[in-house]
């Protein structure tokens, strides 16, 4: 049995902020959570975080082609970037190093969206080396079945009703990029009966809020998406009341750093309070559960199975918001514990 005595948690699903908590862990769970008038650390602890889109070996191809549009760099079957990586032999290092990163800087899992088919599934599972929290998403054709997840370059690629289909059938979660660089058919999204989409940048008010009905999430990708100039809808997204993911996209362009996405994000709204903050959290934590369908449960609360992240707390002062100095970054991190 473990004890950990913090000043700050951010508990359960709405990320409470409870002062003077003590954690019991024991066998993988937390068991108990509790005040305590004992002296508790200088430490915050929170769920360790979701990248919930990223494509890792993409850090095989640091800064590249900064002229070229998103449509020459991207398209799944004749873009820069496919032909790159299919002349590339050390993708699993690199898929490896963008995972050592992640963890160091306080993030658990990725959903690392793998180009390649069955091949570049199997890189995927061989760079990762069997860290728990590396949730590849596989892409047409072959047998990958072995992927945590379905993950589909457009809503039109070959044979993607059908791996939709069977994904389903197995349990596992489906994903699609959808209208990234223009307005796209939400019909046709729908019939793939995704459980969340990537960027959504060109999706109407209503289309949105048919997302929102149907518990359709969306993963946004906010630095990647400046860097090719594309537009932002965070605000709307977040009014509407869509579920919020957020995620680093190409690792190539974009730091795979969940802190400067949340900053970046915090940034970027016209009302940057305390609420919003929080929000901004819960997308990189608690909200991920659901659509990613992921084996653990998040929130920090009795029976949580997920590995949680301890953040030095001394830079806060009287009256400063613990949310805010988050999203800002402001706390460094101490590690990640496994319950």
């Known amino acids: 049995m473990r004890y950990l005595r913090v000043k700050y948690a951010l508990l ?39 990248n919930a889109h990223i494509h890792t070996a993409d850090y095989s191809l640091l800064e590249l082609w900064p002229e070229r549009s998103l ?14 990586l299919e ?4 993708l699993e290092r690199y898929i490896w190093e963008v995972i050592k990163i992640s963890y160091k800087r306080g993030t658990f899992a990725l959903a690392d969206f793998r180009e390649q088919g069955e091949k570049g599934l199997e890189i995927g599972l061989r760079g990762s080396k069997g860290f728990p929290g590396y949730l590849p998403f596989a892409r047409p054709p072959g047998n990958i079945w072995r992927a945590h997840g379905l993950g589909l370059p457009e809503i039109s690629y070959p044979r993607a009703l059908e791996y939709a289909r069977k994904f389903k059938e197995m349990g596992k979660p489906v994903a699609v990029h959808f209208a990234e660089n223009k307005e796209e ?23 949105l809020e048919e997302l929102t009905r149907r518990g359709i999430a969306i993963a946004k990708c906010l630095r990647a998406n400046t860097w090719f100039g594309l537009p ?18 190409n690792a190539g362009w974009t730091e795979p750093e969940m802190w400067r996405e949340l ?17 901004l959290l819960k997308a990189v934590t608690v909200n991920a559960e659901d659509p990613l369908k992921l084996p653990w449960r998040v929130p920090l609360e009795r029976d949580s199975n997920w590995p ?32």
Do not use: C, W
């Open 263 to 279: 900053e970046y994000a915090f940034l970027s709204l016209r009302d940057r309070d305390e609420e919003m903050a929080r929000e």
């Open 12 to 50: 359960g699903e709405e990320l409470y902020l409870a002062e003077d908590v003590e954690i019991v862990l024991e066998e993988g769970k937390v068991i108990d959570i509790y005040e305590t008038s004992k002296p508790t650390s200088n430490v915050l602890v929170m769920p360790s975080l979701v």
């Open 308 to 339: 949680l992240l301890l953040l030095n707390s001394k830079p806060l002062r009287y009256g400063s918001s613990p949310y805010i100095a988050l999203v800002k970054g402001r706390l460094p991190i101490k590690g990640i514990i496994v319950p």
């Open 232 to 249: 932002n809808n965070l605000e709307e997204i977040m009014e509407v009341g869509t579920r919020l993911l957020l995620g680093t996209d």
């Open 87 to 90: 002349q590339e032999d050390e």
């Open 185 to 207: 058919d939400l019909d046709g999204l729908l019939k793939l009966e995704p459980d969340f989409v990537v960027h959504a940048n060109f999706v109407p008010k209503e289309s």
């Open 71 to 84: 449509e020459e760099i991207v398209d799944p079957s004749k873009g820069l970037k496919i032909r790159a």
